[in-house]
């Protein structure tokens, strides 16, 4: 029996998915390739159309391959929207993936720095120069990450005119172009004051940004990840630290001393509060710690 999706129907639905990534277009060919799969392989006891039953086949032959809650919602998800393609064209009367759900995908909770990881993470590496541009150049970018609580593209698309050091206070371009101002701290003024005279011998004289390159225009953000993790595996962090993780450490740590949800949400530029909740589950964890290994009665001896 012939597989239910013919390469030129995928084309044509990927094709009207107009503000897609590369990625999510390629995740969703490979999962209705997938499908098409699974249907060959079961095409004997299969009907001779898809229906829910089929799907909710489909679903649990993902799960014995082993894969998770996450890529089981993104695969209906791409069935659900293939369909709903087909039906606009005319070609399908009705959605057989309408009202199957992927299995509840457990939580992960964001990886953290503790506050003594951090600290250790902004020293300045004693085996560098202290006027070397690069080395300051990057405890600029790891200060004011964790000083803002920054997603790596905003730090790589700060510009010196957003930067006020004298008011302590960045303008912020976040998700959806949306625009926050959140204070600088003491630290980050201090080391991006000590970057900025030695700028100049890196930037091109018309380049924006605060922070470049070794060319000489705005760093990228592939750099920055990879200079982030060198930098801590010279501070002897025996861990993977990535960009993101100085943004959630900010949260955490934020969340922990203030007890504000509110205000780390308007810090992080999130839209709905349920996004910042995760960091709710964080600081629990924290004072679970806490009472685990403070209280005499916490624990069975």
């Given at each position: 029996m012939a597989a239910p999706f013919d390469p030129t129907m995928i084309e044509a639905w990927l094709t009207s998915l107009g503000g897609a990534s590369p990625h999510t277009r390629a995740a969703y060919a490979r999962d209705l390739a997938h499908f098409n799969a699974f249907w060959q392989e079961h095409a004997a006891r299969l009907p001779q159309g898809v229906d829910s039953h089929v799907v909710r086949a489909f679903v649990a032959w993902l799960h014995r391959r082993g894969l998770n809650g996450r890529s089981i919602a993104r695969a209906l998800s791409a069935l659900r929207g293939?369909?709903?393609?087909?039906?606009?064209?005319?070609?399908?009367?009705?959605n057989p993936v309408a009202d199957v759900r992927a299995p509840k995908a457990p939580k992960r909770l964001p990886r953290t720095l503790d506050v003594d990881q951090t600290h250790r993470l902004l020293e300045a590496?004693?085996?560098?120069?202290?006027?070397?541009?690069?080395?300051?150049?990057?405890?600029?970018?790891?200060?004011?990450?964790?000083?803002?609580?920054?997603?790596?593209?905003?730090?790589?698309?700060?510009?010196?005119?957003?930067?006020?050091?004298?008011?302590?206070?960045?303008?912020?371009?976040?998700?959806?172009?949306?625009?926050?101002?959140?204070?600088?701290?003491?630290?980050?003024?201090?080391?991006?004051?000590?970057?900025?005279?030695?700028?100049?011998?890196?930037?091109?004289?018309?380049?924006?940004?605060?922070?470049?390159?070794?060319?000489?225009?705005?760093?990228?953000?592939?750099?920055?990840?990879?200079?982030?993790?060198?930098?801590?595996?010279?501070?002897?962090?025996?861990?993977?630290?990535?960009?993101?993780?100085?943004?959630?450490?900010?949260?955490?740590?934020?969340?922990?001393?203030?007890?504000?949800?509110?205000?780390?949400?308007?810090?992080?530029?999130?839209?709905?509060i349920r996004t910042t909740q995760v960091y709710t589950h964080l600081d629990f964890q924290h004072l679970a710690r806490v009472y685990d290994a403070a209280h005499p009665r916490a624990r069975k001896k």
């Open positions: 293939l369909y709903r393609h087909e039906i606009r064209q005319g070609r399908a009367r009705e590496p004693v085996d560098a120069p202290p006027d070397d541009a690069i080395v300051l150049r990057d405890r600029a970018m790891w200060e004011l990450a964790y000083s803002c609580g920054l997603r790596v593209s905003e730090l790589v698309g700060v510009d010196l005119a957003t930067l006020d050091l004298r008011a302590c206070e960045l303008r912020v371009l976040g998700k959806g172009r949306k625009e926050r101002v959140v204070p600088v701290g003491g630290k980050a003024v201090d080391a991006v004051t000590a970057w900025l005279p030695l700028r100049g011998t890196l930037a091109a004289p018309d380049e924006t940004a605060l922070f470049v390159g070794r060319r000489g225009r705005r760093i990228a953000v592939r750099e920055v990840q990879t200079r982030l993790k060198q930098w801590a595996r010279r501070q002897g962090l025996d861990l993977p630290v990535h960009p993101h993780m100085l943004r959630h450490s900010f949260a955490t740590h934020l969340l922990e001393s203030s007890g504000d949800l509110r205000a780390v949400q308007e810090l992080l530029g999130h839209s709905d």
